[in-house]
């Protein structure tokens, strides 16, 4: 027994606890976890009374507040914007599009810098990348060009647009109607 009592005495006994001590070195103590959560959630409440404790009043003031809440939501509706606009006008949509495909590479990376400042995260980026894809840009600008007048050649506000061509067994097709039963019964009803 004396033994035994003492490797327990080793273990857990002189006010200390050897097998917990051991056990929160690979995993965290959850009560003293969740102590060190409260107070930090109480000095982060400590100091936005601190900050918010006198109301703002100035103009300027209530100006710079309206203007920092605005890019969020102008974003997301600007977006919400672009379906609706693809839905009402394809044609319009598709021309803008090709235009937005021949950005540079480079205002693309400058775009996307600023808007990740702007919400706090950090933008990383290869130059190696950035001269490929200009290259790409740029030897693809004839193509989304010849796009853009393919779009306007359908617009139904351009003469001819539904024109076969030279086609000229599709123009006999488009001439050519198929024989319908039914309006023939009812044009020899008309006659009689």
């Not at 327990?8 to 959850?30: D, H, I, K, Q, Y």
């Amino acid at each position: 027994m004396g033994l035994i009592d003492g490797v327990m005495a080793l273990l857990f006994g002189g006010g200390r606890n050897v097998v917990r001590e051991t056990a929160e070195v690979f995993r965290e103590n959850a009560e003293a976890g969740a102590v060190r959560g409260a107070e930090a959630r109480q000095q982060a409440l400590t100091q936005f009374r601190a900050e918010f404790a006198q109301p703002r009043q100035g103009g300027f003031d209530r100006f710079v507040d309206g203007l920092n809440r605005l890019p969020r939501p102008a974003l997301a509706f600007g977006t919400l914007g672009l379906f609706v606009a693809a839905m009402v006008d394809p044609l319009w949509f598709a021309e803008r599009m090709q235009g937005i495909a021949l950005v540079p590479e480079p205002l693309w990376w400058l775009l996307g810098v600023i808007v990740s400042f702007y919400f706090g995260a950090r933008y990383q980026a290869k130059t190696q990348d950035l001269q490929r894809d200009l290259a790409r840009t740029l030897t693809r600008a004839p193509q989304f060009k010849a796009n853009i007048d393919r779009l306007r050649d359908l617009r139904a506000d351009n003469p001819g647009s539904a024109d076969p061509g030279p086609d000229a067994a599709l123009a006999l097709e488009l001439e050519t109607t198929d024989p319908n039963p039914a309006l023939e019964d009812w044009r020899q009803l008309q006659r009689a």
